[in-house]
Structure formats: C-alpha cells, structure tokens
C-alpha cells in the first residue's frame, strides 16, 4: 500500500523524537507528536464519514495542529482545500458549493455564519480554534490509535487551491501527489535544504508559498520550523537567531530593512532567504545585500504549478529576474495569440510544462482547456522574457492581476461590488506601485449623472463584502474612464495617472 505524500512527508516523523516545530511561545513538537496528532485527525475525519476523495474546506488560524489537519488529509485521502482567514462567510460560501466539500472546519469565534454556510450546502462543519482546539480536536482526542493510511497514486487529488481570473468567478487548481512530491523534491536539492537545517516559518499556511513550499520542503529534508503566526518584525528579529532559513514575500524584507536592528551581525549565521508570491523590487534586493550581505534569492510559481523558476542557491542571482527553469521545468516564451515559440530576448506568454503543472480547474473543463494546452503546456498569463543566460524576468501581466502583500486580488470581483454602491455609475480597479506591499488595490469611480459618490459609504460597504487584503487603499472619483475607440477603458493610463499616489 502506497501514498506518496504520506510516504514521505508525514510517515519519517513517526521515529522522530527531536523537535519539528517551536511554536511563538518557544513549545517544541515532536516529530512523533506531530504524526500522532495527524493520524488522530484522520482519523476523526473518517469517523465523520469522509472518504478518500471527498475535500474538506478548512478556515482556520495558523496552529501546529492546522498543519497537523493538511497531513491528516494525506493520511485519510481528503482532498484539502485551505481557504484565507480574511474571507467573509458569504466568500466562503462559493468555495464550499463549488467543491461540493464535505466538511467545513472554521474558527468558533465565526461557528454560527459559517455553519450556517455548511448547512445549505449539506456540509458538516467542526471547529478548531487558534490555539489549535474545538469540536474536531476533541473528537480527534477521543479517536483510537492505530489508523492505517489510505491507498493513493501519484495522480490521485492531495488539494484543491482556489484562484481567481478577470471574470471574478474564482478557480479550483486541482493538484495531485505527484505536482506536489515533485516539486518539493525539486527545491530541496536546488535551495540545499538538510535536516540541519531550521526554517523561520512566518507565512500563512491558506496559501500555495506557506503550506506547499515551506512546510513540504522542511518535512521532505527533515528539518524543523519555527512556527510564528504571521509575520511580525519585532518576532522575526527575536527569532532569527535561532533559524538557519527563512522564506518571504517581498513586505517581510522591507519591513525588516525599516527596523535598525536588522543588520548583518544579527543574521551573519543565516544560509538563505527566499523571496516570492510579489515582484521584489530591485531596489529591496540591492538594499537588503548591503544591509546584511546576503542576496536574497528570488523565484517564481504559481498556484497552478507551485514553484517554476529560481535564482540559483550556487551563482548569480540576479535582482529583476526570477533566476532559470527549475529541473524538470519546461519553460517557453509564445505568442500570446498564435501560440508560437518566439525568439530568445523577445517578450511573450510565459508557459510551463513539468511534473509541477496542476491537472486542471475543478468542474471547468473549458477553462483548464483553454489555459492547459493538450501538449501538457500552461499558459501562465504572465509576460516574460528570457535573457542569453537563460534568467527569466516577468515584465508584465496579460490579466489585470494585483499581488498585493503577496495576495491575490483580482479587480473584477471588486468592480463588481463597486458598481452596486449608491451613486456609482461605473469603477475601474488598478494596482499600483506601493513601498510596503507591492503593489496597493485603488479603485476609480464614475458617479452617476447628477449624483454624489459617499466614499466612507463605499468603503464601510467594502468592509462588509471583502477580506481586508481585497479593499482599496485609496478610492478616487473621476468625470471618466479613459477608454479607447473600442470602448475599453484602459487602465494602463489609469495605473500611469495614479503610480506616484503612494510614492
């Protein structure tokens, strides 16, 4: 009986005494403790009466035993779908009825919206808190031992992470075993991870960066994390003295290099620091090297395929670009509209094709085909160019994506809601350049004729509607959109007009 993921992440820990995580308040876990408490989670799962296959939505706070729930799903063949913990429930509420999820798992402080959620889509919902406790740890804690994991093949679902397009309407990458095992397998050897090693673990665990690359790369090689919540300055300056790694976007190292206590002497005994899910600003690179003399070294993935590209471990690696294909990574530089390969130095379509590329969008057959070419190519949306050396740097976006603080946000959806609101006669949503985040969400207003837009009204209006990362940072009302003689408006003038708003 074979399970790939379970076989190598979760199963070693079962004879590992030493510490595999030290939680914000310096408690060690086991590796065997750690395993323990996941076989007791699967097996309350299939006393609820999952099975393999079914998905479990999960929105719960960052705990050693949130991560021990992800290996349970490995150990009982749930496919795991983790949700952010900023989503409303009425978010929520498309991804448990688009997954047709069995079970919900949500924070007790948000039980009744939540359940209410489950329950019209016939769902069972169970609790588990911050600390790592409600109704599923009890009914993990009443479980008995001796749970035999389930029977799964490379190609068999581990996880369902959703992402969004332009139309709004969000999208289930599905990734199997073998997108997964091949990847972390693949930046083990490329970022020379040992069980030596100790990774400063401030990423959150809902996203593709924190749960699949962090926590699957340390497992796989057999180290240990330090388990923060999120991530805080102050924490992270009191932790990295005990870390040999550390993994970020690019917000992590910009606050760092605000605060002057970060300097080389405090992080002179670090071996790497990665950087991804945002574009890292040059300047931050330069910056962070003549801060501490470390390069950080920055790469590129996605959901859909987790990790694509990397600044080489031994090498130059090269502020602006997202470094050279990984082994096994097939990458190509197209036509974004006859699909043609295009000459080396020549900008296009960035597709990738490898053991890492996903199986296709839940219940959206037209969608995977129009993204995943039968050749097994993904076309990325993301333009990019390929310099003499072989190092990939990403110019632009075909779709109007905004990474904000390392999330997603797609302008659609908040278009949407901006043109309910009263006075509103249309909006337009647009990233723009921002010193701590990336990239900030601001929305552009037309009013209505003879009306006037309240923007706290807007805004209080936003609050209720979307996750704290989704809301415009500053809202602006205009007599127009500009648009063109097609009647698109364009919001390459609009990011122009606004790229010096937080400057």
Do not use: C
Request: aromatic letters at 6%; glycine letters at 10%; a negative charge.
């Amino acid at each position: 009986m074979t399970n790939p993921l379970y076989d190598a992440l979760v199963a070693p820990l079962a004879a590992r005494n030493t510490p595999v995580l030290t939680d914000a308040a310096g408690r060690t876990l086991s590796g065997t403790e750690l395993h323990d408490m996941a076989l007791a989670l699967a097996t309350a799962l299939t006393g609820l009466g999952l099975q393999p296959g079914d998905r479990m939505a999960v929105q719960i706070d960052k705990s050693p035993r949130a991560l021990a729930l992800y290996l349970a799903a490995l150990a009982s063949g749930v496919v795991f779908l983790p949700l952010n913990t900023a989503y409303t429930a009425d978010e929520v509420e498309y991804f448990v009825s688009n997954a047709g999820a069995a079970l919900l798992v949500g924070s007790p402080t948000r039980a009744d919206s939540l359940r209410a959620v489950a329950t019209r889509h016939g769902a069972r919902f169970e609790t588990m808190d911050a600390a790592g406790d409600g109704s599923l740890t009890d009914l993990a804690g009443k479980a008995p031992a001796g749970f035999v994991p389930v029977d799964r093949g490379p190609e068999d679902l581990a996880a369902i992470l959703y992402t969004s397009g332009t139309t709004g309407r969000s999208k289930g990458a599905m990734l199997s075993q073998r997108n997964l095992l091949s990847n972390a397998e693949v930046l083990v050897e490329e970022w020379r991870f040992t069980d030596t090693d100790v990774l400063l673990h401030m990423l959150p665990i809902f996203h593709t960066h924190g749960l699949f690359v962090a926590t699957n790369v340390v497992l796989l090689s057999g180290g240990s994390m330090i388990f923060l919540p999120g991530f805080k300055a102050e924490q992270a300056i009191d932790w990295l003295p005990k870390a040999t790694t550390m993994m970020g976007v690019p917000t992590f190292y910009t606050r760092l290099l605000d605060d002057p206590r970060f300097t080389g002497d405090l992080v002179g005994h670090m071996r790497l620091f990665t950087s991804g899910s945002a574009p890292l600003l040059a300047e931050t690179h330069v910056q962070f090297e003549e801060r501490t003399g470390h390069r950080i070294l920055e790469r590129y993935g996605m959901t859909e395929t987790n990790m694509n590209t990397s600044n080489p471990y031994d090498g130059d690696r090269r502020a602006g670009t997202v470094g050279l294909p990984l082994p096994g990574v097939e990458l190509k530089i197209t036509d974004p509209v006859t699909g043609a390969t295009l000459p080396q130095g020549e900008p296009g379509m960035i597709e990738v094709r490898g053991a890492n590329v996903f199986k296709g969008y839940w219940q959206m057959p037209e969608k995977t085909k129009e993204e995943l070419r039968d050749d097994g190519f993904f076309i990325t949306g993301d333009i990019g160019v390929v310099d003499a050396d072989g190092y990939v740097s990403i110019v632009g976006r075909q779709k109007d994506l905004i990474i904000t603080g390392g999330y997603n946000v797609y302008p659609k959806e908040i278009e949407l809601i901006l043109d309910e609101q009263p006075g509103v006669l249309e909006s337009a949503v647009v990233g723009v350049p921002h010193p701590d985040f990336g990239e900030a969400v601001v929305g552009v207003l037309v009013a209505q004729p003879g009306q006037t837009i309240d923007v706290d009204v807007v805004r209080a209006a936003m609050g209720q509607s979307l996750a704290k990362f989704k809301q415009p940072k500053h809202i602006a009302v205009v007599q127009e959109l500009p648009r063109n003689t097609m009647g698109k408006v364009q919001k390459n003038l609009l990011r122009k007009d606004l790229s010096a708003l937080f400057a």
